[in-house]
């Protein structure tokens, strides 16, 4: 690759972006966007882990001890929501921000307006979704959403004000998602520097690609759900009504048509973004860069095609479970391929163990586990045991937080001394990736074991024989939550001040966005770097 | 900086909207699939689903009877919250040959001081067998209104049609009185 010179003063000839909260405000620039994703995911992260430690405490023992049940269900349900919507999905969507002009050599997103706007709906957003808890405070309504994220008909249908923030809350999410979907794909198809083919383009911004079709598709079917909800609820139509000839299963075809999907969307960006990481730290070549690709795009077309797995105890016939079955235990064809093309990318590499290094191998070990024990999930004969029960919460915990979480970590690690220019702490980054996936396994992995034994998800009380697994997964639980403290702590320090970054940073690093300065100036690729046919 | 390095923004525009076209268009897939999912099931008898009402999708008299074959139907009714009402099969097993017609009775009374409306929703188990259940006469087509107190014998007249799979010899045929919702 070859690229031209590009301006290194970050201020020449743009002297007069606003300054202060302003600047945040009305910023188009991919940069700033990217980091107020990448903040609001943060902080978002902590609402929510707050709010399931929690959860967690109330589960240490038996019986009822810190909150009522009403309120439990509510903490349940709005920690998966800010957790996905909040914190996964605006990580993603930073990650996007930032890289992917400095990836393709664009000099920012192809809608800038748009972004800032995307942007600028996510807290509104957030605060709609908690805003029902603060009421309740003083009394208006009875506190936050309490159906679980899934907002199944007909509870959702008869619970409290809480369930209408929740609806527009997703509303607005919802547009933002959508918002952004456009912009990575307008940015992605039109800006590519000459030269770089789709199937030059990196893995990272592949995995974007099919991730923001997979949500132009499914979002608006959960919006079009929620607005069905909406009017059950409050204009005398019976959608999910089956005294009016609606049918409460009609909620969860709409709902998990978007659900499952929403699972790519959230790992789609991280298994994008793995095999760079990878690459750089086995200092070799990608292997299989477009089995990748095909992979990616298998998955989001087969992910689009399974939804009815999520409730195979409802009811359905025969030969559809087996059609849901099937297709679902075909998506670990493609899935496998990707994991044999990051383990091949290692194999007989020179590895060296930094932390985004550790992080992703950590990913690929639990993130292994969530997939086997998907397959379980999907066998409808096993399914019938284990719907409902903790081992889902294991192994979508596996899938979400092993997966997605740590996947995000580990952009994080990689990206951070050319986002900021510094390097983080690797004695504290080394620390925080050991204590996060002991502490991880020790809050997960013995809900795999309560789930098998036939404890349920979502109550607030169990019987005395899962006492012990439960106290062991709440010691987890906090272990873990409070070992993210050292994450926010190395990012401030890293922002702060620290070693200085070489534009590589890392030895084995490659692609465009390793050319420019660490931090690129706020301006970078004014001139379009040209890549070689040749490779 | 090199304006000439950027593409005309037209270009931009023309991808925008067919994204946004594709995205309005999935909104709409949503609630297509309201009448596409009511159609399917009716159409192949998924979820327990029965015929709205036989008489206007089949003509009659239906197959011949199948004195071969027995088959026993069992009847059931539960009440959803918000009912104050009881409600009863009078015959709660009964057995017919395929192909017969049959009519059945459930007591319906109104518990309460108040004229209620209530909605029989249907629903058949094992569901492969929902498209075989026809119904001729069913208090279950329309709303039902009970002044307070009153008990009524309600009638359903129906059919098992004799191409019922030959697995099949028990079946179940369970109510569920919903309060009516009000009209729109």
Same mark, same amino acid.
């Given at each position: 690759?070859?690229?031209?010179?590009?301006?290194?003063?970050?201020?020449?000839?743009?002297?007069?972006?606003?300054?202060?909260?302003?600047?945040?405000?009305?910023?188009?620039?991919?940069?700033?966007?990217?980091?107020?994703?990448?903040?609001?995911?943060?902080?978002?992260?902590?609402?929510?882990?707050?709010?399931?430690?929690?959860?967690?405490?109330?589960?240490?023992? #038996? @019986?009822?001890? /810190? !909150? *009522?049940?009403?309120? +439990?269900?509510?903490?349940?349900? &709005?920690? $998966?929501?800010?957790? %996905?919507?909040?914190?996964?999905?605006?990580?993603?969507?930073?990650?996007?921000?930032?890289?992917?002009?400095?990836?393709?050599?664009?000099?920012?997103?192809?809608?800038?307006?748009?972004?800032?706007?995307?942007?600028?709906?996510?807290?509104?957003?957030?605060?709609?979704?908690?805003?029902?808890?603060?009421?309740?405070?003083?009394?208006?309504?009875?506190?936050?959403?309490?159906?679980?994220?899934?907002?199944?008909?007909?509870?959702?249908?008869?619970?409290?004000?809480?369930?209408?923030?929740?609806?527009?809350?997703?509303?607005?999410?919802?547009?933002?998602?959508?918002?952004?979907?456009?912009?990575?794909?307008?940015?992605?198809?039109?800006?590519?520097? #000459? @030269?770089?083919? /789709? !199937? *030059?383009?990196?893995? +990272?911004?592949?995995?974007?690609? &099919?991730? $923001?079709?997979?949500? %132009?598709?499914?979002?608006?079917?959960?919006?079009?759900?929620?607005?069905?909800?909406?009017?059950?609820?409050?204009?005398?139509?019976?959608?999910?009504?089956?005294?009016?000839?609606?049918?409460?299963?009609?909620?969860?075809?709409?709902?998990?048509?978007?659900?499952?999907?929403?699972?790519?969307?959230?790992?789609?960006?991280?298994?994008?973004?793995?095999?760079?990481?990878?690459?750089?730290?086995?200092?070799?070549?990608?292997?299989?860069?477009?089995?990748?690709?095909?992979?990616?795009?298998?998955?989001?077309?087969?992910?689009?095609?399974?939804?009815?797995?999520?409730?195979?105890?409802?009811?359905?016939?025969?030969?559809?479970?087996?059609?849901?079955?099937?297709?679902?235990?075909?998506?670990?064809?493609?899935?496998?391929?990707?994991?044999?093309?990051?383990? $091949?990318?290692?194999?007989?590499?020179?590895?060296?163990?930094?932390?985004?290094?550790?992080?992703?191998?950590?990913?690929?070990?639990?993130?292994?586990?969530?997939?086997?024990?998907?397959?379980?999930?999907?066998?409808?004969?096993?399914?019938?045991?284990?719907?409902?029960?903790?081992?889902?919460?294991?192994?979508?915990?596996?899938?979400?937080?092993?997966?997605?979480?740590?996947?995000?970590?580990?952009?994080?690690?990689?990206?951070?001394?050319?986002?900021?220019?510094?390097?983080?702490?690797?004695?504290?980054?080394?620390?925080?990736?050991?204590?996060?996936?002991?502490?991880?396994?020790?809050?997960?992995?013995?809900?795999?074991?309560?789930?098998?034994?036939?404890?349920?998800?979502?109550?607030?009380?169990?019987?005395?024989?899962?006492?012990?697994?439960?106290?062991?997964?709440?010691?987890?639980?906090?272990?873990?939550?409070?070992?993210?403290?050292?994450?926010?702590?190395?990012?401030?320090?890293?922002?702060?001040?620290?070693?200085?970054?070489?534009?590589?940073?890392?030895?084995?690093?490659?692609?465009?966005?390793?050319?420019?300065?660490?931090?690129?100036?706020?301006?970078?690729?004014?001139?379009?770097?040209?890549?070689?046919?040749?490779? | 900086?090199?304006?000439?390095?950027?593409?005309?923004?037209?270009?931009?525009?023309?991808?925008?909207?067919?994204?946004?076209?594709?995205?309005?268009?999935?909104?709409?897939?949503?609630?297509?699939?309201?009448?596409?999912?009511?159609?399917?099931?009716?159409?192949?008898?998924?979820?327990?689903?029965?015929?709205?009402?036989?008489?206007?999708?089949?003509?009659?008299?239906?197959?011949?009877?199948?004195?071969?074959?027995?088959?026993?139907?069992?009847?059931?009714?539960?009440?959803?919250?918000?009912?104050?009402?009881?409600?009863?099969?009078?015959?709660?097993?009964?057995?017919?040959?395929?192909?017969?017609?049959?009519?059945?009775?459930?007591?319906?009374?109104?518990?309460?001081?108040?004229?209620?409306?209530?909605?029989?929703?249907?629903?058949?188990?094992?569901?492969?067998?929902?498209?075989?259940?026809?119904?001729?006469?069913?208090?279950?087509?329309?709303?039902?209104?009970?002044?307070?107190?009153?008990?009524?014998?309600?009638?359903?007249?129906?059919?098992?049609?004799?191409?019922?799979?030959?697995?099949?010899?028990?079946?179940?045929?369970?109510?569920?009185?919903?309060?009516?919702?009000?009209?729109?």
């Amino acid at each position: 690759m070859n690229t031209a010179t590009h301006t290194l003063d970050p201020h020449a000839g743009h002297a007069h972006h606003p300054t202060g909260l302003m600047r945040w405000l009305t910023t188009t620039n991919h940069k700033d966007i990217g980091t107020m994703y990448l903040t609001f995911s943060l902080l978002m992260f902590f609402l929510g882990g707050a709010m399931i430690l929690a959860v967690r405490a109330e589960l240490f023992q #038996p @019986g009822l001890q /810190l !909150m *009522k049940p009403e309120f +439990f269900n509510q903490l349940i349900g &709005v920690h $998966a929501l800010v957790m %996905i919507f909040a914190a996964l999905m605006p990580a993603a969507t930073g990650f996007a921000n930032w890289m992917i002009p400095l990836m393709i050599g664009a000099p920012d997103m192809a809608l800038p307006r748009l972004n800032n706007w995307g942007f600028w709906l996510l807290p509104p957003a957030a605060l709609l979704l908690t805003m029902p808890f603060i009421l309740a405070l003083f009394g208006i309504g009875d506190g936050a959403v309490a159906t679980g994220w899934t907002l199944y008909a007909p509870l959702s249908v008869q619970g409290g004000i809480g369930v209408d923030f929740a609806i527009f809350s997703i509303h607005i999410l919802g547009i933002s998602s959508i918002m952004g979907s456009i912009n990575i794909i307008a940015t992605l198809l039109n800006m590519r520097a #000459p @030269g770089m083919t /789709l !199937m *030059k383009m990196p893995l +990272f911004c592949w995995g974007w690609l &099919v991730t $923001a079709v997979l949500l %132009i598709i499914t979002l608006p079917v959960l919006a079009g759900g929620v607005t069905m909800l909406l009017t059950d609820r409050h204009f005398g139509t019976h959608f999910f009504d089956a005294a009016g000839g609606g049918d409460p299963i009609l909620f969860q075809h709409l709902f998990w048509f978007f659900g499952h999907p929403e699972v790519y969307i959230l790992l789609l960006p991280v298994w994008g973004l793995m095999p760079h990481v990878l690459s750089t730290f086995t200092r070799k070549p990608i292997y299989g860069h477009t089995a990748q690709v095909y992979g990616f795009i298998a998955i989001g077309v087969l992910g689009l095609i399974v939804w009815a797995h999520h409730f195979m105890t409802a009811g359905l016939p025969v030969p559809a479970l087996l059609y849901f079955m099937y297709s679902t235990m075909a998506i670990s064809l493609p899935l496998a391929v990707l994991f044999f093309c990051w383990i $091949a990318t290692m194999w007989r590499g020179a590895m060296s163990f930094e932390t985004p290094m550790l992080f992703a191998i950590g990913f690929i070990v639990l993130f292994g586990i969530a997939g086997l024990t998907g397959l379980v999930l999907a066998d409808v004969a096993a399914d019938a045991q284990y719907h409902h029960s903790y081992f889902v919460v294991a192994h979508f915990h596996y899938a979400l937080f092993a997966g997605g979480i740590m996947g995000v970590m580990t952009g994080v690690y990689y990206w951070l001394p050319k986002w900021t220019g510094h390097m983080y702490s690797e004695r504290l980054g080394k620390l925080h990736f050991w204590l996060t996936v002991v502490s991880f396994n020790f809050t997960f992995m013995p809900q795999f074991f309560l789930g098998l034994a036939g404890m349920p998800r979502r109550i607030p009380d169990y019987a005395l024989q899962f006492t012990e697994f439960n106290a062991i997964s709440t010691v987890g639980a906090f272990v873990l939550g409070l070992s993210q403290l050292l994450f926010a702590w190395n990012i401030w320090r890293c922002v702060k001040g620290g070693d200085k970054a070489t534009d590589q940073v890392w030895e084995g690093t490659s692609g465009l966005e390793w050319e420019l300065s660490s931090p690129p100036p706020y301006h970078s690729w004014d001139t379009q770097p040209v890549i070689k046919s040749s490779n | 900086m090199n304006e000439a390095a950027l593409p005309p923004p037209r270009k931009h525009g023309r991808l925008v909207v067919r994204l946004l076209l594709l995205a309005a268009g999935f909104f709409a897939f949503g609630f297509a699939l309201v009448p596409l999912y009511d159609t399917f099931c009716e159409a192949v008898g998924f979820n327990g689903k029965t015929l709205r009402d036989a008489t206007q999708t089949k003509d009659l008299p239906p197959s011949a009877v199948d004195y071969s074959r027995t088959l026993g139907v069992q009847f059931t009714s539960t009440l959803m919250p918000g009912l104050p009402w009881e409600i009863r099969p009078l015959e709660p097993a009964i057995e017919l040959h395929p192909g017969e017609l049959r009519t059945t009775r459930f007591l319906v009374r109104n518990l309460s001081d108040q004229t209620i409306v209530g909605q029989a929703v249907p629903s058949v188990s094992p569901t492969v067998a929902a498209r075989s259940f026809q119904k001729l006469d069913c208090f279950c087509f329309t709303q039902q209104t009970l002044a307070p107190g009153e008990s009524r014998e309600m009638a359903l007249t129906f059919v098992v049609d004799s191409g019922i799979s030959k697995d099949i010899s028990e079946l179940t045929l369970a109510y569920a009185f919903f309060p009516a919702p009000p009209k729109p």
